[in-house]
T-cell receptor, first 117, second 107 residues
Framework: EVQLVESGGGLVQPGGSLRLSCAAS????????MSWVRQAPGKGLEWVAN????????YYVDSVKGRFTISRDNAKNSLYLQMNSLRAEDTAVYYC????WGYGDVWGQGTTVTVSS | EIVLTQSPATLSLSPGERATLSCRAS??????LAWYQQKPGQAPRPLIY???NRATGIPARFSGSGSGTDFTLTISSLEPEDFAVYYC?????????FGQGTKLEIK
């Protein structure tokens, strides 16, 4: 079964850091672009970042550039999102998604990040 | 950044009726548009890729059309499980963007 499972969310103070993880199974992770997409409470979806199969190319939405870093470990079938200098507006459910030709064809269940003092 | 505008914001219909949802792009995205369904507490579920291609396992009552800047998702005969929020998403340019969503509710 193709599956993505996120972890690492939680409550963090403004200015703090958090690292999200996404464990992939059921498909050839090392051959797949991967992405993070977030959804603020009661709001729509925002594509945050994506990364090429071998990690050689990464793209970020402007609102997180310089603060978030996407990475992957193909040996561990895992995707990561290092989030620094967190702001209240980063509060959201963060989804890991397999990036199939620019679309999310497989999604995890999401992990919740709350930035608040 | 390409802005996608969905209409209407809310659509109230009854089971068995036909639903027509619209997505308009601020500039041409060719056919590089997808539709997703999202239910409360769940991740988005892909329905349509490249404007008109149904994703694996999606019932034939869902269909997509359009190109350039104007797109439509049609649900031919609503089933109770179809009431949800629907989003369009473009992959023509980075950053990829989503519409703000259309909530399909039971009348």
């Amino acid at each position: 079964e193709v599956q993505l499972v996120e972890s690492g969310g939680g409550l963090v103070q403004p200015g703090g850091s958090l690292r999200l993880s996404c464990a992939a199974s059921g498909f050839t992770f090392s051959s797949s672009w991967m992405s993070w997409v977030r959804q603020a409470p009661g709001k729509g979806l925002e594509w945050v970042a994506n990364i090429k199969e071998d990690g050689s190319a990464k793209y970020y939405v402007d609102s997180v550039k310089g603060r978030f870093t996407i990475s992957r470990d193909n040996a561990k079938n895992s995707l990561y999102l290092q989030m620094n200098s967190l702001r209240a507006e980063d509060t959201a459910v963060y989804y890991c998604a397999r990036d199939w030709w620019g679309y999310g064809d497989v999604w995890g269940q999401g992990t919740t990040v709350t930035v608040s003092s | 950044e390409i802005v996608l505008t969905q209409s209407p914001a809310t659509l109230s219909l009854s089971p068995g009726e036909r639903a027509t949802l619209s997505c308009r792009a601020s500039q041409s995205v060719s056919s590089y548009l997808a539709w997703y369904q999202q239910k409360p507490g769940q991740a988005p579920r892909p329905l349509i890729y490249d404007a008109s291609n149904r994703a694996t396992g999606i019932p034939a009552r869902f269909s997509g059309s359009g190109s350039g800047t104007d797109f439509t998702l049609t649900i031919s005969s609503l089933e109770p499980e179809d009431f949800a929020v629907y989003y369009c998403q473009q992959r023509s340019n980075w950053p990829r963007t989503f519409g703000q969503g259309t909530k399909l509710e039971i009348k």
